[in-house]
């Protein structure tokens, strides 16, 4: 008789553990992984107990009684069910380009279904113009996407020499929060007309070993397919840390190599124009060999006092609000120094409801000096300090 002993590789508190963040992450709730039953004999009602029928198969062969001997009946053409999910019907309006060899198998075209869900056709309503400032970010996000679609046989003679044989461009966005780092990449899906992948971090979360990996290959081959395309990562720290720490799951170290082998191009086609766009907070938490796959490392830092005076005067520019006098605007703009671009916008909402608050009449808002300092009282600046993203963009960055 054999014996057997359980493995000392395997920890059951870790596959736990891993399996409820999967679950709170897809499903924002934790799992159910027990319920109460009841006992037989306890002295309860058992008719509360639901008792499980087998199903009869369509295919399978089901035998009817009768006062004879029991007669073989078929399966029936007209219960076959026809339909299919809300995913394929989603993914066939997007009008995408497909890897044949890889919608033949279930595995394979789930995959690559659930990457299309990403995938952003309408154009959202912010216009290139619409975007204060960052004047380098929008020159250098132009010349990774409107150059090889402008000078077509310049670059595909360039793509001969090593300098650009990688058909993948990469741009690092960083810089404090609210700084308009995420309303610069809605403006690239809105102005250039390319295939917008936003990928999260629950894109490419996986229960099942190895999917992750997939998912990201998966995620390059379509772009390859629908080139010219656009990758849009947003709060990339949270998958591409540094790798070798402590605390880091031999699931993410996967992942953060299978990207790095897609970021330098190996499996690309000559052909094809692929713009990985990637902004964090923190980029001095990312992997030294990530930030070295990115061509640019742009800081979009904090407004200055003319851009400033933009994003209010924009802002309180509405159909219902009368704004103060230019002059007055900029001694608000004057004051309000280490605020972000999101930071300005509240501002001005609470200026806005301050107004409401004091209006009596439903025409229109006197927006005056005294409202917005008051509204500045309240709405306080989100970012300490613009010296540490200086500092790592004096080491590390492009501009």
């Known amino acids: 008789m ?10 059951l508190n870790i596959i736990l553990a891993e399996f409820e963040s999967y679950h709170q992450v897809k499903f924002s709730k934790r799992p159910e992984l027990c319920r109460k039953v009841e006992r ?24 009817k009684e009768g006062p004879g001997e029991p007669t073989l009946l078929g399966p029936k053409p007209d219960l076959q069910v026809k339909g299919r999910s809300m995913m394929e019907q989603d993914v066939e309006e997007k009008e995408l380009i497909f890897p044949p060899s890889l919608m033949v198998g279930e595995e394979s075209r789930e995959l690559i279904q659930w990457l299309a869900r990403d995938v952003i056709t309408d154009k959202p309503d912010i216009s290139w113009e619409s975007v204060v400032g960052h004047q380098d970010v929008k020159e250098a996000l132009e010349e990774c996407v409107l150059y090889p679609l402008r000078y077509p046989t310049i670059f595909n003679s360039l793509k001969k020499s090593q300098m650009f044989s990688n058909c993948v461009s990469s741009i690092l966005l960083f810089g404090p929060p609210g700084t308009g780092k995420t309303m ?20 490419l979360a996986s229960k099942w070993r190895g999917d992750s990996e997939k998912l990201i290959r998966l995620l390059f081959l379509l772009a390859r397919l629908n080139s ?9 720290d949270a998958i591409l840390s540094e790798r070798g720490t402590s605390n880091e799951h031999e699931a993410s170290r996967r992942c ?13 086609q000559d052909s094809a124009n692929i713009l990985f766009l990637a902004s964090t907070n923190l980029p001095w938490s990312l992997d030294p060999a990530i930030l070295r796959r990115f061509n640019k490392k742009i800081l979009v830092n904090l407004p200055e006092e003319e851009e400033r005076f933009n994003i209010i005067s924009r802002c309180l520019d509405t159909e219902v609000t009368s704004p103060p006098p230019p002059e007055q605007l900029a001694k608000v703009a004057k004051e309000t120094k280490d605020y972000s671009g999101s930071d300005l916008t509240m501002l001005c909402r609470e200026g806005i409801l301050t107004a409401i608050r004091k209006t009596e009449k439903d025409e229109s808002l006197e927006i005056s000096l005294d409202i917005l300092l008051q509204a500045k009282e309240k709405v306080k600046p989100s970012t300490a300090s613009r010296a540490k993203f200086n500092d790592w963009n004096n080491k590390f960055g492009s501009c």
């Open 2 to 11: 054999l014996n057997y002993a359980v493995c000392d590789n395997i920890d």
């Open 40 to 63: 037989e004999g306890d002295g309860k009602d058992s008719r509360r107990r639901k008792v499980h029928k087998p199903l009869n198969r369509g295919n399978s062969l089901q035998t």
């Open 184 to 203: 610069l990449a809605r403006a690239v899906a809105s102005r250039f007309n390319t295939t917008f992948f936003n990928i999260r971090c629950s894109s």
């Open 228 to 236: 010219p395309a656009t990758i849009f990562m947003d709060e990339a």
């Open 256 to 268: 953060k190599a299978e990207l790095l082998v897609q970021l330098d191009g190996l499996e690309s």
